[in-house]
């Protein structure tokens, strides 16, 4: 082996004049390129793996606001809560006032007959059920819809940022492990333990060819290329610089795919097109927010801002209509002797009383007119409690039209950080754009290298 490793220096010295022989560093170039390419996809792993990390910490952080979002539904059940306590309160304090004579039955708007206890009964079976829905809510045991995460209560919310964290730590274990990939320009899937596995390889293949040179057992031969002409060598400098303008043309015309967590494999144009769909969902959607986006209201139900408004507009129609009702004397309660109106009642107590012989006609029965007296009093009192009744109800839902936008908040901050992510996700085009360049670079600066110094004729 020596003497052929002789014989080959001496043609070459002839060739060329004078001829210098292949240092160590020059055959271990390539695998401390090697090196170096897997160090690079190290430093690039760790760098997606913080940008992934930030990505989950954001979700998380949206998560967390949604305590917000489900304190502003709470809030919207207390406003609820005490406006049917106030509704109750009502309907006991007017019982009495509005009881039917002859009897012990009072009738009252909007709730009906009950006689002495009902309403007392109706009111703290009413007060109990808001205590233990309180006490669910308190528990976090309630459901609230949120716009962009559904339906959830205090606890699967918790739930939820638990999981969040857990999965922060499970990809911090998976990294920590290195088993943790990404897809490196020359390299394909690789993690941590494989990239400390190439350094480990190629320093082993160093130390294995510096113990070939020195045994003196090493043959004229372009190391790790094998037997190769002028024309072959440079066909794969310019293949390289080929490659290199497809990637770049790729990456100008916004075709060229990437793998990132967040998104898998991926284009620029695609990543535009994500974005836009994304920007005329959010501009869409803040439009319609306080018209015709629905949303689950508490006691409502899904409606719109225009259902609500529609729904207040029908309620005051209500209102006026029953004191257009009463204004007319048309507005009817039961009595002893069956349901008269205001008009009913004045014309009776306007006719005499009806005697024993010889009746005026037409004349009014004298044990009708105490019951005709009581009908009387308690009309305006039941006008102003059916009024009362639904004048609470449309204050519930104007406080709730008044505050309706506050439910697409989590949906567009939800929004706003898929633009923010998907934004900085631009960015990894030109990364990913100079990984490739540095690769090939370093690829064909050696193969210039070796065309230099290595090959007959070469500068």
Known sequence: MRTTFTACAVALAALLGTARAVTVDEIVRPQRDAIDHCNDARSELARQFALRLKELE?????????????????AFLAQENARAKAAEDTYVSRAGPLTVKPGDQAWIPT????????FEKHRDDTNKAIAEAEGAIAR??????????????????????AADTKGMADQQAIYDRGEWNINYPGLGWVGGTALTQCVADNQKKIAELQDVVS???FSIHVVNVGWVTRNSLQAMIDGQNAQLKQIEAAASE????????????????????HMDATKKTKTDYEAASASTASFNVPSVGWTTGEGLDAAIAALEKEVAGILQTASDGKYAV????????????RAALALPDCLPKDSPQPCLAPEHRPLLQDAQARVPIAVDTDVGIRRLRIDVLKAYRAEITKLAEPRQAQLDLDLAQWGRL???????????????????KWLQEIMQTQMPGGA
């Open 111 to 118: 709730i009906g007959w009950g006689i002495f206890g009902f």
């Open 426 to 444: 631009q960015d990894e085009f030109t990364a990913e754009l100079g990984e490739h360049r540095k690769v090939i670079a370093r690829k064909v």
């Open 254 to 273: 916004g075709s060229l795919s990437i793998h990132r967590a967040i998104s898998a494999w991926t284009t620029l144009k695609a990543v535009h097109e």
């Open 140 to 161: 976090g045991e309630t459901s609230f819809h949120i716009e962009g995460a559904g339906w959830l209560t205090g606890k699967s919310l918790a739930g939820i940022i």
């Open 58 to 74: 954001e979700v998380k952080a949206w998560h967390e606001s949604l305590t917000g979002a489900l304190a502003d539904q709470v």
């Open 334 to 345: 039961p009595s002893g002797v069956g349901w008269v109106d205001m008009n009913a009642i």
């Open 215 to 217: 045994k003196g057992e």
